[in-house]
């Protein structure tokens, strides 16, 4: 297709003063190089893997196997980023649903209504979506991919005061590392990143770190979706029910009609990648609308397994020394756990604030801008990260470790249960709950006055009614898909 698995040798070329390079060529590294072109002759995307030619999985981003969701935010800031990017998706077979809110959810406490919307909703893999995003960039001037080079250090001034470029090895070739110089090495290398080693290794220090091990594991399946499926959804979510219900599952509506399944386990309760098994969880989820869904459909790939390691968030902004010319981002700080899907949207916003902190510093010399952006990048992931952390620790055993205690977290999830249980029969609390989870609105919103009022006012009229009817019907599940109902857009809120 393009060039990307030309290995380019930079080492004399690029040392313009004017060189910013990216270490790891996925989605937080292909986001932070678009704003980088705005501020540097030259970007330099650095990944151990060779890219495919076509959009399918590759090894350094094992994740792709299993369904990813983009939530709106995030849609709508890559879409700023790459002007047109939605309409090369399409082109690649995207589909598209209109006038409805394509994504049914089953809650613990029952089924959100679906709310209807205005306009057009996209559904596409991640496979797609990154494979678009390099397209665009390897077109662009002034970007070069450096594939199949493993970044294994980082080359800095004698005094270890400031980051100067990076050591690679070329995977392909039996060669002496190879050092290439910038003004700006961003490692955006995800969840296994080395940054801290490396930054061990130059004098600083360890970045303090708080990790959560849900014990979430995954297992999804490509199945194509039925011709005429029956469906008033384009992309189902099942959730489980912790600490009681372990068991999840999604299906997202992708490109060339194709649905993406992942049955998901947390508390340690990983879902099997037999074909029996596979279906047996399906069966068993709170809500048979998956389970009806996959076993009229034709399965395309093999079951993928993953477990998730632990979730964590890495304080790099707490560090007293920083180097200048080196920043982190993307998973490398904060790998949430997927379940949530939040990780893409979160990467999405922290280009924005790499965008911001460049534009702040473009006409200095840049000091202090290293520090500046991990600082504001740690205040754009806190509220995410708190949110699925504090959901994490719904799981019986599950541990918070190298935080500060949580106060009040009982209290926390006692009033998401409320929310949740109010948003199944109030579109107003639903279309509430779906911005927060869409990352619209900071979750802070659904302390609002009228949701708190809806909230509350809910959960007394469902004491009053508990109290006078028939217990002997009190469960919401199973319900058939058949039950999903459309209720028209309401009041603008949040
Ligand atoms: C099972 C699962 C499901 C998920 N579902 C969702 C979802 O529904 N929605 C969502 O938004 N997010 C989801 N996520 C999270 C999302 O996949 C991540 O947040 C996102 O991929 C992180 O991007 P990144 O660029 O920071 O890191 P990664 O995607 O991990 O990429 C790191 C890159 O760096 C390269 N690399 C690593 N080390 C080196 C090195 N030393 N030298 C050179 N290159 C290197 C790798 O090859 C890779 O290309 C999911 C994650 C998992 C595990």
Redesign the pocket.
């Known amino acids: 297709m393009n060039t990307h698995n030309h290995v380019h040798s930079f080492s004399n070329q690029l040392n313009t003063g004017r060189h910013a390079v990216v ?7 292909l986001l932070a190089a678009r704003v980088l072109t705005d501020y540097f002759e030259q970007v330099s995307i ?4 060779t890219f495919p030619d076509v959009p399918e999985p ?4 094992p ?2 196997y ?6 709106e935010k ?1 849609q709508e800031i890559i879409n700023r980023l790459f002007p047109g990017i939605l309409d090369e998706l399409r082109a690649g077979g995207a589909s598209s649903a209109y006038g409805v809110m394509p994504t049914a959810v089953v809650t613990p406490t029952g089924k959100l209504p679906l709310v209807k919307q205005d306009g057009e909703s996209l559904g596409f893999s ?1 496979v797609l979506l990154e494979w678009q995003i390099r397209r665009r960039l390897t077109a662009q001037a002034g970007v070069y991919f450096l594939a199949n ?4 250090g980082l080359l800095s001034t004698p005094d270890r005061a400031r980051v100067i470029g990076v050591r ?1 090895h070329h995977q392909d070739k039996d060669a002496s590392p190879e050092m290439i110089q910038a003004d700006l090495v961003v490692d ?7 940054a801290p080693e490396w930054l061990v290794e130059l004098g600083y220090a360890v970045p303090p770190e708080e990790s959560v091990n849900s014990g979430t594991g ?1 297992a999804s399946r490509i199945y194509a979706k039925p011709t005429n499926f029956p469906a008033a959804w384009q992309h189902l979510v099942i959730f489980g029910h912790p600490p009681h219900n372990p068991r999840s599952g999604f299906i997202m509506g992708n490109e060339h009609n194709k649905w993406h399944v ?1 049955l998901v386990g947390s508390g340690g309760n990983y879902p099997p990648t037999d074909e029996a098994g596979f279906l047996q969880w399906a069966h068993d989820l709170s809500d048979p609308s998956l389970y009806e869904a996959i076993r009229v459909a034709e399965p395309l790939s093999p079951i993928q397994g ?1 477990r ?1 390691p632990q979730t964590r968030l890495r304080h790099f902004e707490r560090l007293e020394r920083w180097p200048t010319g080196f920043i982190v ?4 700080v904060c ?2 756990n ?1 379940v949530y ?7 999405a916003l922290e280009a924005l604030v790499l965008d911001e902190c460049l534009r702040h510093y473009k006409h200095s010399n840049r000091q202090g801008f290293e520090r500046l952006f991990q600082q504001q990048l740690a205040q754009t992931v806190a509220g995410p990260w708190f949110m699925s952390s504090s959901e994490d620790m719904r799981w019986s055993g599950v541990k918070l470790s190298g935080a500060r205690p949580r106060i009040g977290l009982g209290i926390l999830h006692h009033y998401m249960n409320l929310v949740l249980k109010q948003a199944c029969d109030d579109p107003m609390v639903t279309q509430a709950y779906l911005n927060v989870v869409g990352m619209m609105v900071p979750p802070q919103s659904l302390m609002q006055p009228n949701i708190l009022l809806r909230v509350f006012w809910g959960a007394i009229k469902s004491i009053n009614q508990a109290a006078t009817s028939n217990p002997a019907n009190p469960e919401q599940f199973p319900l058939s898909s058949e039950a999903l109902t459309l209720h028209e857009t309401p009041d603008k809120v949040g």
């Not at 299993?66 to 939530?71: I, K, Q």
């Not at 080079?149 to 294994?152: A, D, G, H, L, P």
């Not at 955006?188 to 080395?194: E, I």
């Open positions: 270490i790891g060529g996925s989605m937080a590294g650095i990944d151990r893997d590759r090894k350094g981003v994740q792709s299993h369904a990813h969701a983009l939530h995030g991640r080079c493993k970044v294994t690679l955006a290398s995800g969840r296994y990143s080395k995954y992942s993953f998730v981002t993307g998973d490398s790998a949430f997927p899907g939040q990780g893409t949207t979160v990467i």
